[in-house]
């Protein structure tokens, strides 16, 4: 197992996500002669994971049963411990395709917070490119740290524990895309600059608020970014469901209802059911704007 | 029009028996001002006797015992949904060891006994933090909010209106309203032209709220029909308004069952004042139902047990005047449903609004036909195949045109110094609407001249005019 | 005909709305002798129009036919002459429901503009309250008034020509709701406050530009309005239609396509027809921010 | 990983017969870099010559005769987007009297005879406007870009990528691509987990869009096997891409009428290199058609007219060598399948990608079965319909869970001093997804198994490890 290249079976040190049902899951690091607790009862490492094919159905102590299923970093994201507020997927897809990152990309990342966009980035640029990811925390860099040798990409990630407005990324020149997700973006922007290859790359900065984003824009303008693209994407889930509307009695043209003993069926009864798709009742209405911007050759 | 004195205090002052609203920050609840009767609101209870005299808007504090205290008018609301904050923009420095709150229980009791009010206890307990100001916003907001549910004591008494209602019950209870969404609901009135002095058609399932909502709009002017399925019309949210009486009277209703029979013209053979027509026979039907089927259960029941003939006798009274009332009442709901018939026979209503849990198509449909030509309907439903399909019949049928099917997106925002960003969470979808205006058709032509005699009947409130504008050119009225 | 009462047939000096088909309409002010040009030929408005039944089908010269509609201020927003950018039905219904706007409201209004707005606010305070309205531009004042007249509303409204920011609305202390449409609303609000009852009302300021709402946004609170609150509403109309989906072959098992001369019909030409609503390729997606707040009782 | 020299320009430098990306503004426009061959971009025609030898990311001037002129970096696009605008805020001042405009159409001509370039001929319409300053910002936007689209002559060549190329035909041909709209895509190819070294099933017919965003997020590494209806793969927007030769190597193809052959195990039977498969037998099937057609038809008319004896010979000729030459295709073409069958019979892929016109419920049902457990499928449809009756029956059926009935909502920004808002156009929609996650079912037993020997046949590309790091626990691999 790694986080960017699927296994068939799960092994010992794995990290398994354990789908317990809709909406629940929870990930599980792979032990020998360990035990999980679900509410559906204990799961038994060795006997029930290990060896296992990813995506089997496991029956727990108590009759229950699980989906054990292969780690991806949208998984994974769903499931990380948190050290801060995380980037969800919704985000980190537009990031990801916007960045134009692919196999091969180098990128520069700040601050690397719950690791949550660093998994993703990490899937996309390998097996040959590189992420650079500096941490101004440095227990949250140094699980993070952990957490790659974990999940087996290690290889493909450099964290760095410094304040990036101060310091920047530690690299000069090499990055295709820089990724920034800290409170004053426009004190990276010159850092960022310069850690983009001089042929040019792109930049992406995150931020909750709009007087970040003004900011963070005025200062892209002066440092001679282009494309200045400010935007949001907002992801909808919608429920499936069967439901069931009652269908009016307007009554007979004699002035009876239909509900008389003699015509059955009573049709005041009558219904009609629909397949729909119905909307949560309560959604994610902002996690940041994602202001994009190219760094021209120079 | 314009008045300014204290003489109008009086329309804002709350005297017993009216309809109010509580309100605690986001969080509404509808009631009554009734003395030494107990509200439970946000899980405290209290006594709504002293707002009485006081002007709507007022907050109050509760106090021991559940009496209410009047705050100083400009020291409420306000002051108390500004928290001098200085959020973290990341939980970089937070280390979770649980003893970043100083003040401990018996802390806060002890505030609590030196009188300090829910708003400086949550301010104590944000400064007595020791994390709070690395917090994150949004975890700022999610501790102020749950501090302040606990420890707020303050509650302002609202006069009610549509938009608080109709907040009200999205918040509270979105089932009851078949999840309108309040801006749904203020696209319906205005694409419905719902305005003083027309005939507006009203079929809905949501507690009477839409009812209301087409209520204030009329002030009180023109007449409302609302259309009712099974036992009798449901009005809870209508009442909710506290509508004066003579909003009341322009309310007419008239049961689905007899759609039919109305659009055969038999409703005035059967019912009118001519026909006599058995009460007894109309009893079990759909129309009565539900609110007397109690009653009668009971009756039967009684009558079943052996008694002796005094007993008997009074039973037989009792029996006697009971049928009697029944007969009144009936023949009262027979001079009602007359008359509302009389308002639709016309064909010639100005509006129609729907909003319900019944299947929308077959409603619209059968309800446009009281509808006279130009004039705008709107349809709710909380989901959209329905309404697909309401808008393909209706282009199939025609006799409607400018047809939209429209959902709305709606989004609140925090505007802050340097922390301005859409408010986190918001309502996934509210509703889609279906609006239409009626046009003739091209059989139009009898209905036409049925309509206009019609309009000579019609009761005053319709046609209120105003003359000295309008008159202008009524020489050229063919 | 007015524009807050309905009519039920078309006289001289009426105005009535020509639909002449999807999205398609334009105002016409009848005149005995008058014709009016379509792309379906001329309608003469004596024999066309006077005496006619609102919503009538109407038949052109050239043959094809027109319905005839009441106005409505909704109809009149899709129709009017644009003076400046105005305001559409979803904002003004918002405005409408959040302003607590009723039969007997007083109304405090700046810009007129085009008076789109307006016409709304007239329809739903009638036939008891009055609008009193602010228009910095003399002509567009003067406009406004002439409309009010041919609309049968004027009994309704004030049109004041002046500068809201200097010069307030011209009342004090008996508006139930103000509403501000200006480029620097914050220079209005004290006006706004003490056009407002002492009793308290309502107030809305509509702007694009956030930085305008957090101008306004400041100085509502230091003048003590409460209750503020700053939303957006987009409206999106669904196109209802049939699709035809291509189902796909998948063969059959023994590695011959359907499409063989031997297997009538077809399955490779074989559809599903749906019933669905697709949304425009382009919409609206910002008109203004519409901030609204209370003034307490005072 | 790392580069920073000058050797690397190689790789940013246009060379002739790229693909390449036109740019102005917000338009695009894929081409291919051809000498002497004519180019229409914004209703101007240039030759891209002079591009040979320029970095991606340069901005030409197209001159007379419609050779292009780079511009040095820097100067470029970033100052043509930034007018100096004084906006007014309503229309307030602005009589329209049709003679606004300052400049005539003679001193245009002259500007440009001056050698003005066409921003600096939009600055000085501007300029010489008297209700420019006064009009609305949106009424300004509308006028800069009408001008500018009339008197710009710059145009930006870019490297092709996903980006790039989802943005130009959501812009100008949506219908070719099912109006997949960019962000859509994007939560496509994450949600798929779509990445280097894994086995990707793809059915699309988004002009072959989908599918080069698929190789270009795999890198060249893996395998992607296309299904395709009909005559052939549609892979012109995948060819946009112009991705290095090895990539194609990584690419396959099966015809969607050959999945139930494939299925049931019939395929290799069939087709094998054991049985020899008449060629000619299989001509007319659907799997070849379209492409092969028209030869055809050709070869028949000719064979039909009278002919001589000489003529006849050598027509006889040809025709052999067609039908040679019709054989080795065809051997090639059974090569490629058997070996494309190899890599799905073992029902092991690790994703699945469909975004089509053809209804996405049978073919989401029937490709799925290709897939392993525990791996991500995504399937995109423009209506909501068809996902809902997926959903319905994949709850139905099993074997697959967090099912995930999605849509987007997308809007920019603009961003300046003092007035940022919401830019005011959006997309209405970006079309439906329906993600979820295979797992395996009761009867699975069997079928992994087979599909763990299958996995020892796969070809080399599916397997790259990162040996280093995965292997230190594989004495625990069962």
Redesign the interface.
């Known amino acids: 197992m790694s986080l960017v290249e699927y296994s068939a079976c799960i092994r010992e040190g794995d990290v398994v996500i354990v789908f317990l049902g809709h909406d629940s899951m929870m990930a599980v690091r792979v032990q020998k002669g360990a035990q999980t607790q679900t509410r559906y009862g204990a799961i038994r490492h060795s006997s029930d994971l290990i060896g296992r094919r990813f995506g089997s159905k496991v029956t727990c102590s108590k009759g229950g049963w699980v989906y054990v299923l292969h780690p991806t970093p949208e998984l994974w994201t769903l499931n990380l411990p948190h ?3 995380i980037l969800y997927t919704t985000d980190i897809a537009t990031i990801t395709l916007m960045l134009d990152l692919k196999p091969g990309a180098v990128v520069c990342e700040s ?1 690397t ?1 719950s690791g949550s966009l660093s998994h993703a980035i990490l899937r996309t640029i390998a097996p040959t490119g590189h992420l650079h990811t500096v941490e ?2 440095a227990e ?1 860099a140094q699980k993070a740290r952990e957490e790659f040798e974990r999940h087996h990409v290690a290889h493909l990630v450099t964290v760095r524990n410094q304040d990036v407005c101060r310091h920047g990324f530690g690299v000069v020149g090499v990055a295709n895309a820089v990724f920034l997700d ?2 004053s973006p426009w004190e990276a922007i010159h850092h960022a600059k310069s850690a983009i290859r001089r042929q040019g790359g792109r930049l992406c900065s995150f931020s ?4 970040q984003v003004q900011r963070t824009c005025e200062i892209l303008v002066s440092a001679g970014f282009t494309e200045l693209s400010t935007l949001e994407v907002l992801l ?1 889930t919608h429920d499936v469901r069967s ?1 069931t ?13 239909h ?1 008389g003993t003699h015509t059955p069926p009573p049709p ?1 009864s009558a ?2 059911t ?3 798709a ?9 996690t ?2 994602l202001t994009f911007a190219t760094k021209p050759r120079e | ?4 004195g204290d003489d ?2 009086a ?2 002052s709350i005297r017993d028996g009216d309809y109010i609203v509580l309100k605690r920050g986001e969080v509404y609840k509808a009631a009554q001002i009734q003395k030494k009767r107990k509200v439970i609101f946000e899980k405290q209870w209290f006594f709504l006797d002293n707002a009485v005299g006081e ?1 709507f ?2 907050t109050f504090e509760i106090q021991a015992g559940g009496t209410l205290k009047p705050h100083a ?2 020291q ?3 002051a108390a ?2 928290e001098a904050k200085e959020a973290g ?5 937070i280390v979770d060891d649980g003893k970043s709150q100083k003040l401990t229980r018996d802390d806060i009791e002890m505030l609590k006994e030196q009188g300090l009010k829910g708003q400086e206890i949550v301010q104590q307990l944000i400064d007595n933090s020791t994390t709070f100001k690395d917090k ?3 975890a700022q907001d999610k501790y102020i909010k749950k501090k302040k549910k606990k420890y707020d004591n303050n509650v302002t008494v609202l006069k009610p ?3 608080i209602l ?1 907040m009200m019950y999205h918040g509270r209870e ?1 089932g009851k309203i078949c ?1 309108l969404r ?2 749904t ?3 319906m ?3 419905g ?1 719902i ?4 005939k507006v058609l009203v079929f809905e399932t949501c507690a009477g709220l839409v009812l209301g909502a087409v209520m ?6 023109g007449s409302v029909v609302q259309f009712y ?2 036992g009798g019309p449901t009005r809870a949210g209508m009442e909710n308004f506290g509508f004066p009486p003579h909003f009341h009277e322009t309310l007419h209703e008239f ?7 109305l ?2 013209g ?2 005035g053979a ?2 009118g004042p001519e026909a006599s027509g058995d009460p007894q026979e109309e009893a079990p ?3 009565e139902g539900e609110e007397e089927a109690p009653e009668e259960t009971q009756g039967m029941e009684v009558s079943a047990e052996g008694e002796d003939s005094k007993e008997k006798e009074r039973k037989e009274k009792c029996r006697e005047k009971k049928a009697q009332e029944r007969k009144v009442k009936m023949e009262e709901k027979r001079r009602k449903l007359v008359a509302t018939a009389a308002l639709l026979e016309g064909r ?1 209503a ?1 509006g129609l609004v729907i909003a319900s ?3 929308p198509c ?2 619209l449909l ?1 309800l446009l036909k009281f509808l ?5 309907f709107v349809v709710y439903c ?5 309404l ?2 309401c ?2 019949k209706l ?1 199939e049928q025609g006799g409607a ?13 925090q ?1 802050l ?13 509210g509703g889609y609407l279906l609006t239409g ?4 058709t ?1 059989t ?1 032509a009898a209905a ?1 001249t049925t ?2 005699q019609a ?1 000579e009947e019609e009761p005053a409130s319709k046609r ?3 003359e ?3 008159g ?3 020489n ?3």
């Not at chain 2, 029009?1 to 300014?4: E, H, L, Q």
């Not at chain 2, 923009?89 to 420095?93: E, G």
């Not at chain 2, 305005?195 to 027309?198: P, Y």
């Open positions: 050290r801060t507020q601050g917070g101004f925390h949250r800290i409170p909750p608020c709009i007087e909808r439901v509307l009652p269908l009016p009695d307007f009554g007979s043209e004699d002035g009876h209802t509900t005041s219904t009609a629909i397949k729909t119905t909307p949560p009742r309560e959604m994610a209405a902002h940041g704007y | 029009m314009a008045d300014n109008v205090d329309e804002y002007l808007g007022t008018p400009k409420a609301p306000s949904d500004k923009t990341d939980n970089r420095n994150t916003e949004f209106c549509t938009r109709a979105p999840h309040h801006d609901l203020a696209q009135l205005t694409l032209n305005h003083a002095g027309s204030e709009r009329m002030g009180g002017y399925p099974g049961p689905l069952c007899k759609v039919n029979t659009l055969a038999k409703l059967e019912w039907d759909g129309a010639d100005d849990r019944f299947h077959p409603v059968g006279a030509p130009s004039r705008p909380q989901y959209r195949e329905p697909i399909e808008y393909t282009r045109i400018n047809l939209r099917l429209t959902d709305s997106w709606l989004r609140h925002y505007v110094p340097n922390r301005t960003h859409p408010v986190l969470l918001m309502s996934g979808g205006i009626t046009v003739a091209e139009d036409i309509a206009t309009k209120i005019r105003l000295e504008v309008d202008t050119s009524s050229n009225d063919a």
